[in-house]
């Protein structure tokens, strides 16, 4: 697995897709050492960095579907859509999904409340059917009931605009899903939003990333600092570590960029 420094970690990542000629999005990034800058020089050691790059058939969305996304999503795209309170009810705001929405943005869903597991599903399934349509992307809702939460499988045949760059709008289609139902459900439940097979593919390259993470921290004896993912990943990777005998994990920073430390379980 290469390994590239630099006198940050920044500058390591840098170099390190510069020479493997890959994007960010696909490649696997551990942070092994973040550095030191000594005094006057005289300790000094440089940012250490891993990067794999990630199989083609594991990245998260199809070319076709990259095509889509890099129209709808560059960096100055917007999305703007009206957010259905129930089914016939609207918000009188415009609400913006973009990438920041899980640092900052509240959404006001007002109306009902104290609904049953049943009619808060069925609510949450007209909402996301009209969300997905303001889009651009209509959106045949289905409900698959699990032990560990309630996974809307989103049919569409525009799954780029749903899946967005790295997953930004998919994510945030699941904020505002697990959002809404706390407000309108009597108890509490746990959602899970997917297109296609998006989660399971990006499921793969979570395991991928822990284990190669297991491995590089017993090699080393040395922590690895993850790149920031979303709440629900570092849960997925915490998961996945505690099951390996003799390491541990804990996050660090503040959202969005809260990250994952694993290290040796001393």
């Known amino acids: 697995m290469p390994r590239f420094t630099g006198d940050t970690a920044e500058q390591a990542i840098e170099s390190g897709l510069k020479a493997l000629k890959v994007q960010r999005s696909d490649a696997l990034i551990s942070i092994i050492s ?37 129209d709808l999503l560059n960096e100055k795209t917007e999305i703007k859509l009206e957010i259905p309170i129930s089914s016939t009810e609207a918000a009188s705001d415009n609400q913006k999904i973009d990438q920041d929405v899980e640092e900052k943005q509240v959404v006001e869903l007002k109306g009902v409340k104290n609904l049953t597991d049943e009619q808060a599903i069925a609510e949450l399934r007209l909402f996301l059917a009209s969300v997905a349509k303001e889009i651009g992307a209509p959106t045949q809702v289905e409900v698959e009931p699990t032990k560990s939460c309630i996974i809307f499988h989103l049919k569409t045949d525009k799954k780029g605009l749903l899946i967005g760059k790295h997953g930004k709008v998919l994510n945030a289609l699941q904020y505002l899903a697990q959002t809404h139902i706390h407000r309108i459900a009597e108890n509490r439940l746990t959602i ?22 297991a491995k590089e921290v017993r ?3 040395q922590p690895v600092f993850l790149e920031p993912m979303p709440a629900f990943e ?3 990777v915490h998961h996945l570590i505690s099951n ?6 804990y996050s660090e920073g503040k959202e969005p960029h809260r990250y994952l430390v694993v290290e040796l379980d001393k």
């Open 34 to 70: 973040e550095g030191k800058k000594g005094f006057l020089g005289i300790g000094k050691k440089l940012a250490e960095v891993s990067i794999e790059v990630v199989e083609p058939t594991l990245t998260a969305v199809t070319e076709q579907e990259k095509t889509t996304e890099a």
């Open 192 to 213: 899970s939003v997917n297109v296609g097979d998006y989660r399971e593919r990006r499921e793969a390259i979570l395991k991928r990333l822990a284990d190669r993470t």
């Open 219 to 221: 090699e080393t004896g």
């Open 234 to 236: 570092r849960k997925q």
């Open 244 to 249: 390996k005998e003799g390491l541990r994990t």
